[in-house]
């Protein structure tokens, strides 16, 4: 129970870093770093919480949130050109807070009671949308159409969680494998490029 | 009431396949295509929903809307090309689902006790704001800003509804005319290219 | 009390004016320049009570605020050219607005009883979300991006507020104090263009 919340804590902090330095190339002042790393570390989980009509919002009931959020943007700032040069290392944060939030997501739709299927697009929602946001406000294509297999592992994940749901395994371990699903997925499909089917057969098309 | 609960998911299928093929002309996945295709068909519900405080959302509440949109998708996949080469067929199925939608939505509106003038802009919101949506994250202009003659049309159908509805027209009649209201008003902008009056009286500078 | 109210409907006339000549260089027509008056006056202020979860927004509980946002939207059509020409008069408009809606935001998210942290935040959202809605929905880059002190001195002023009110300064004087910093703050980062700190330390890359 707490090392949940304390994890949920630690991927808030993790999201925030990946949003304060999303443009690297660009000169942008401490405001608007601080601002894209809050909208990327509260998007996901805010329109969740919206959509479900769940009150109040997590962030806005415990005030933990706005904190991990701060340290994030600090700590995101001072190590800036270290984790720059970490390519690699970012990846592996990124991967790690959307394969908990996808659960974490997951299970808090279905603790509201609506059906399976709403339940792992919440999930979903919780992991990408924050990026979405913050890819629309700064004029980026959303990742969730440059990334091919990255809203979809998540999906994967959620859908695989609630599967050993219905067949009652218990909780922390499904949590463990589910979350793990996600970043097998993302890995492989980071390290062998795969894509997934294109859609509407442009190769008829002469 | 059937008939309508019917006609509404029709409608929410209509709006996934004009989500899904939003971008023929680009390469995109089977995700991207789907994720874009729900996003339009909820995004103008949702939105009237959430800013009515109007819980649970349609698409949450019942399971059919999310088959409807999936029945969409895979439907706008198989019938890709062909749909491709019938704009005519295309721009049928988006006039008829945005002249129901906005009734729908203006209906909704006012049986949740808001003034007529609100329930107007809810049932517009209703028809476009789904495609507002997909086109803000697919960093396109929207399509409110484009064609000139689209919400307008919406509107203007949703005041004639309103305005019949003040003098106890019968809902079945006042539903019918004023969609068709829509209908003929977007037929008849895009037949004859219509625009609205310009914005700012441009002409008189230099 | 009726002069906060008045205040408040003035202010939302300003921003419709504000919103409804975004795009002086380019030709709209009146439903487009319409809808992006209306969204950039109802914006900040509906985000924030979505949010929060406070039901009805203001502007569906209140007709009154439609005609303020019709008024304004007339008005800026009528003095366009000479608004395009006042550059400095819309900049005094569009200052005052966001001084006096930061603090609006602010009070009424501390009387929905969040923390002030978040309260502050409020404000913020208040006063600004509904320019980054319209400059997101038109494809700019938000204006918080571009005016590095414009957001910021909205935070400033919000953080004035709730540390006066803590130590029991009365509402009033209150209130006009920290919307006259939010103003001077902007005025001077604009007659001497000033910039917040740097985030990232580009300057220690070679």
Redesign the interface.
Known sequence: MTIQYELELIGTFFFAISG??TK?EK?????????IGFITAIGGG?LRD????S???V??GD?NF?YAILAGIVFA?IF??FL?RLHRALLVFDTLGISFFTIVGTEKAQSLG??P??AA?MGMFTAVMGG?IRD????E??V??RK?VY??AC?SGAVCYLVFDHFQIDRTPNFLLSAALIAVIRYLAVKYKL????????K??P
Chains 1, 2, 3 share one sequence.
């Open positions: 304060a330095r690297p000169e942008q002042d401490w405001f608007a770093a601080s601002f805010s919206i959509l479900l009509g009150y109040p919002l962030w806005i005030i706005l700032n800036f050109n720059f609506v059906q299927e709403i697009i979405v629309t406000l700064t004029n294509i959303p969730i159409f091919e809203a979809s999906l894509a997934l089917p294109s859609y509407g057969r442009k008829t098309q």
